[in-house]
């Protein structure tokens, strides 16, 4: 587990997103923020918000209705 | 802020003032502000609803036949002649409002204020201000004033500019 912790379980498009952001603010750089999501969309777009913002999208996992992804604070 | 970066820029003109039609330009505004985009968005016309201090936007079936809300495991459109009926679009605005807070997604006023925090920058039209008699201070804080010209400034130095 990662010390940073999002849990934007039941929220939809674009929330995940924004509250990840705002969350990796306080996640000092080169540490992970792990965020747990049941938006499906989510696994296309936190892709989409790494590639487009430089940071690390080190995992993403589904497990059952919950989607997992640990992002590493880089830009 | 978009002077000091080489971040992207983006501008949406915002046109449209009801409830469904006020998330396109907001969740686009926010996503592209948390992705590091300098975003400016020009509301005029009925877009100036969207920056009311209180939002009091509603949703029509009339002449909205792609508007299909999921009931009774199905999926229905309103005939016109129903949508004309007193109370039909207060009721379906309402249902809309229960579905939007059921499936997790964000109200406008949440979505407004993300957008102020990211710092995303807000013009609205002075020609429409003055057509429908609005005063600055119906207006949240925040936004400047401008006019065509000001959005053409800014669009002509943008990588992306949406209509909505």
């Known amino acids: ?75 | 802020m978009a002077d000091d970066s080489n971040a992207k820029t983006m501008t949406i003109i915002c046109t449209k003032g009801t409830l469904d039609w006020a998330y396109p330009p907001f969740i686009l505004a926010t996503t592209a502000a948390a992705m590091g985009l300098d975003v400016n968005m020009f509301f005029t016309f009925y877009g100036l609803n969207l920056l009311q201090k209180k939002l009091d936007l509603k949703i029509s079936s009339l002449g909205n036949p792609g508007m299909k809300m999921p009931m009774m495991g199905m999926h229905m459109s309103m005939p016109n002649i129903v949508s004309t009926i007193p109370g039909v679009d207060a009721a379906a605005t309402k249902m809309m409002k229960n579905l939007i807070k059921s499936k997790g997604v964000a109200s406008i006023e949440e979505l407004r204020e993300m957008a102020v925090e990211a710092e995303v920058k807000m013009v609205a039209c002075q020609m429409t201000l003055d057509l429908f008699e609005y005063t600055p201070d119906d207006l949240i804080d925040g936004p400047e004033l401008g006019g065509a010209a000001t959005y053409i400034e800014m669009a002509a130095k943008s990588d992306i500019n949406l209509y909505m």
């Open chain 1, 1 to 75: 587990m990662s010390e940073h912790t999002l849990d934007a379980r039941g929220l939809n498009c674009p929330l995940p997103i924004l509250k990840a952001k705002k969350a990796l603010k306080a996640v000092p750089t080169g540490e992970i923020l792990e965020i747990l999501s049941t938006d499906p969309g989510s696994v296309a777009d936190f892709g989409a918000f790494c590639n487009q913002t430089g940071n690390e999208l080190v995992s993403s996992n589904q497990d059952g209705d919950v989607y997992k992804f640990e992002i590493r604070h880089t830009a």
